[in-house]
């Protein structure tokens, strides 16, 4: 079975400044997705990027990108010129390539924190 | 419109009371979810539904009871439920295809069983 973890429960960060999430998985698949979700305090969850592990290429949506390491199986989550908004709860997820409807395994998430 | 709207927002229910949770989605998405996601924790997947029939039932109890009446509509039917059924109930649609596979969240039901 899949899982992925999230090694770091809290994390802060200073306005402005980069902050990275870290997220690690296991799998025997080689074809499969991969999703960073945040969920704010108002706690709708919502996707902010995802990879397709086929793809070589880092995914990147405006100041959130991704390290994709595919060997090493880590997707990390660099949060750049954080803002006060950005302060949620990231859940890092991991789905099958299968159809649409194949569950995704989610990390324990990590707590964003933005200092202003 | 990419919007999955839930109703009600909050639900306060006795043990032996019986109501139902509504997720509606205009997408088209031919899949839709169900999840119960407790304070600080991930979400833990109860019932997927593809094509508008049942495809997966994750070994939620019975008191728990999806229907899908059509391609836009979930329900969840609660019955004779316990204090530690107290989560937040949330609802996600997705496309059903190998290539459009997001899914998208409302923003659930508090739900608290007294």
């Known amino acids: 079975a899949q899982t992925v973890t999230q090694s770091q429960p809290e994390m802060s960060v200073q306005e402005a400044e980069t902050v990275t999430l870290s997220c690690t998985y296991d799998t025997s698949e080689s074809d499969y997705y991969l999703f960073w979700y945040k969920q704010p305090p108002s706690r709708q969850m919502i996707l902010v990027i995802r990879?397709?592990?086929?793809?070589?290429q880092n995914a990147t949506e405006n100041r959130f990108s991704v390290n994709f390491q595919k060997a090493a199986k880590s997707f990390s989550l660099k949060i750049s010129d954080s803002q006060l908004g950005d302060a949620a709860m990231y859940f890092c997820a991991y789905r099958n390539h299968y159809s649409g409807n194949t569950p995704l395994v989610f990390g324990k998430g990590t707590r964003l924190s933005v200092i202003a | 419109d990419t919007e999955v709207t839930q109703t009600p927002k909050h639900l306060v229910m006795g043990m032996t009371n019986k109501k139902s949770l509504k997720c509606e989605q205009h997408?088209?998405?031919?899949?839709m979810y169900w999840y119960k996601q407790k304070a600080k924790k991930p979400p833990e997947l109860m019932f997927v539904y593809s094509y508008e029939k049942l495809s997966i039932n994750e070994s939620v109890p019975s008191r728990f009871s999806p229907e899908c009446p059509n391609s836009s509509l979930l329900n969840l039917h609660l019955h004779a439920l316990q204090p530690e059924d107290s989560a937040l109930y949330l609802c996600?649609?997705?496309?059903?295809?190998?290539?459009?596979?997001?899914?998208?969240f409302g923003p659930g039901t508090r739900l608290t069983v007294t």
């Open positions: 990879q397709e592990a086929y793809k070589q």
């Open positions: 996600a649609s997705s496309q059903d295809s190998e290539h459009r596979d997001e899914q998208y």
């Open positions: 997408m088209g998405h031919r899949a």
